[in-house]
């Protein structure tokens, strides 16, 4: 009966989605490392610490104080808290149980409860065993009374800290990723450490004045001599004692030198990862920024325009001495290879990025590199370098949005500069935003004043402004004649006086930049007191 | 009726050649490379083989006598260096573009005498920038103007005793009569920079003006033909 009800319980809470989604808010909080709840989260448990770290010391200064007591109950409470909610999204005890169950289904034996039951309590064992847990765990006893010997382990409070903060679980990283290392050097430097207190031991302890009265202060002296500490408390004063020191200062040297150089290199073997990450987590705060894959010459174009504007842009390069360069002015860069699925994830390209640019030198990477990020995400807009013309095509089967070919743009130049070489370096101005005239658009808005006027209406010549054209998808227009087909649009050149604007249009207007904005300033102010 | 020598057969020049309105230009097409020779007629470009390096070849096809303008297209920029002093040193008044790899390359082809560098990368990377910021007025104008759509930008010269003498040009109104759109002036008489339409007062135009352009080629070809004519009034 009591297994019955238990296996109903395990397959409600397999079905409710309100169990789901709390153990999914709770595992955000606490475990996932790429949440925001989880960083503020980390924050005011560091805070908590500190507090009650402060209320610990106060109070082994002075009296007990009322007040401490409470933040002690409060913090001790939250700790506690904590630690269940740990403990309980470690593992799902429902699983174990309904999977139990339908193998005893399956094979058509008794169902065992106990077993099961036994088996999902060593699953939660085994979290309560992880050094974490044990930490947090020996955080919280202490402030039970009967256990109050045990308040010095009240310090591990302070260990907490490793859990909440990144920079402290990466040392504990390295120091992990190099343990064969450091322990290969620990067992010499203890078999070494041995000898050399024995040895002193020896020569020092028959000794009338002798400092060293046991084994321990043999120890003791051999270690703060061979950190070279050398606080000068015991001294050896016989001649075998003294040969001894000489030796074990020149190894000691040796040991501290090789234990600096591994955590060294350690440290240089993260830090690509840590860059990384670095850039990855200051990426996670900006919206709408732009990827660029390669940094050859057209990359450092853009980035130079892109900086100038304030736009927030990312860097992938495979080549180092372009990632240098990069850094060398200060952009967001990574070194690896765009074509990877991984790095374009870590680079934010579901993740407020808005443009992605793929302009190496070579074709083939350019096509791959659209291809990955068409297939990682279907909004994003992707601008691609092309050199042979013949490859246009793969590109816009591989999803790009917009295709550039550097050489051809060139030769075109060239071509017009040859037919009108100062207009065009004029337009060439207007387009590049180097003037103070400006071509931009004007969007017929909703409800805007310029929906359904006639184009004679707009007074343009009194405002020294140029209508080029009006683009527009409204199929209305199409009787008009100088159509252009612009993407999915119509440019309509040259609108004659009696063209109707529509909503959606947008008007190309070339003038002083100042007087396009008093006219687009004039029309908004129109629209809002039209509203009111 | 112009007349350009284009050195250097590669993708670049390959472009240009395509683009350039025949009718007003004459052009003819030189490298000092067998292999681009082939290329060029693979593509019914008829080019011929030339060493850059001697000026009496260079002289031999009319630099410092009637060519207009020289297209430097050479894959390597010393190339493209050499080939500009040799042409300066024969013609003074020689328009000369060249195009350029590295970008160290630009001031010395300026020193060598080139009146215009396009860099291909700079370039493509402005366009990639444009098309960031102005989505709407780049692919309007890579659609049209810069496209194979039937919309050019034209110079206009006003002749001497034309009907455009005197005119304001206000008084113009191309978009109505020709389906043009008159966008700048340029004064040769003050500089060799040109004015907008929309941001000068409005004024008298003289004989050697030129008139900017933009519309179908058909409007165009119409209007440069009434400009010359006398007669003609609007």
Sequence with gaps: ?532 | MKKVAIFGYNRVSFEAISRIDREAHDIKVFDHKPEHIEQALDNDINATLLDFKSDECLRSIGIGDDINTLLCCFDNDSENVFLTMSARALDKDLQIIAIIESPDASEKLLAAGANKIIDPYQICGHKIHDMLKRPDITDLFDQTVFGRNDLHLAEVEVPENSFLQGIFASQLELNSHYNLILVGIINKQLSDQMHFVAEEVDRQLNSGDILVILGPSREIRAFKKDVKDEYCKI
């Design chain 1, 1 to 532: 009966m009591l297994s019955r009800i238990i296996v109903y319980l395990a397959y409600f809470l397999k079905s409710s989605k309100r169990y789901k989604n709390s153990k999914l808010f709770f595992w955000n909080l606490l475990e996932n490392q790429d949440s925001k709840l989880k960083s503020y989260f980390d924050f005011l448990m560091i805070s908590l610490i500190f507090l009650s770290i402060y209320f610990l010391f106060y109070d082994t200064g002075q009296q007990f104080s009322v007040m401490g007591g409470y933040v002690e109950i409060c913090i001790i409470s939250i700790f506690i808290i904590e630690y269940l909610l740990r403990l309980w999204i470690y593992s799902n005890t429902h699983e174990i149980i309904i999977k139990d169950y339908e193998k005893a289904l399956y094979l058509n034996i008794k169902f065992n409860l106990t077993k099961t039951l036994i088996k999902s309590i060593l699953n939660k064992a085994e979290y309560i065993f992880t050094p974490y847990a044990i930490i947090d765990l020996l955080a919280i006893l202490p402030s039970y009374r009967p256990l109050r010997i045990l308040r010095i382990f009240l310090i591990f409070r302070i260990f907490k800290l490793f859990r909440y903060s990144n920079s402290i679980r990466l040392y504990s990283d390295i120091l992990v990723t190099k343990r064969f290392e450091l322990l290969t050097l620990l067992i010499f430097t203890g078999f070494f450490l041995l000898i050399a207190s024995v040895s002193v031991y020896i020569f020092e302890f028959p000794e009338n004045d002798s400092d060293i009265h046991n084994l321990f202060e043999a120890f003791y002296w051999a270690i703060v001599t061979a950190a070279a500490v050398g606080y000068g408390d015991i001294t050896p004063h016989t001649l075998g004692g003294r040969i001894v020191a000489m030796i074990l200062i020149f190894v000691s040297v040796g040991i501290v030198a090789f234990f600096t150089s591994i955590l060294i290199s350690a440290f240089n073997e993260k830090m690509p990862e840590l860059r990384e990450n670095k850039i990855t987590s200051d990426l996670e705060r900006y919206r709408n920024f732009i990827i660029i894959c390669g940094f050859g010459r057209v990359g450092q174009e853009i980035a130079s325009h892109l900086a100038k504007d304030k736009q927030k842009f990312i860097i992938i390069d495979k080549n180092e001495h372009n990632i240098s360069l990069a850094r060398k002015l200060k952009y967001l860069a990574i070194q690896n290879d765009a074509t990877r699925n991984d790095v374009l994830l870590s680079a934010g390209i579901n993740q407020g990025a808005s443009t992605i640019l793929c302009i190496t030198g070579d074709d083939v990477v350019n096509v791959y590199i659209t291809l990955t990020s068409r297939h990682l995400s279907k909004d994003i807009h992707i601008i691609s370098r092309v050199n042979r013309h013949e490859n246009l095509s793969k590109m816009y089967q591989a999803g790009a949005n917009n295709v550039i070919l550097p050489f051809e743009v060139a030769g075109l130049l060239a071509a017009e500069f040859l037919g009108q070489p100062v207009a065009f370096e004029a337009i060439l101005g207007v387009l590049q935003n180097r003037s103070d005239i400006g071509m931009e658009t004007i969007l017929v808005t909703e409800k805007s004043p310029l929906d359904t006027q006639k184009i004679e209406q707009l007074d343009l010549l009194q405002r020294k402004l140029t209508l080029l054209g009006v683009i527009s998808a409204n199929a209305l227009h199409l009787k008009h004649k100088n159509k252009y087909r612009v993407k999915q649009q119509h440019f309509y050149f040259n609108p004659e006086q009696h063209f109707i604007l529509r909503q959606g249009d947008m008007l190309v207007i070339l003038g002083r930049k100042y007087s396009i904005d008093h006219f687009r300033n004039e029309i908004e102010k129109q629209r809002l007191r039209a509203k009111t």
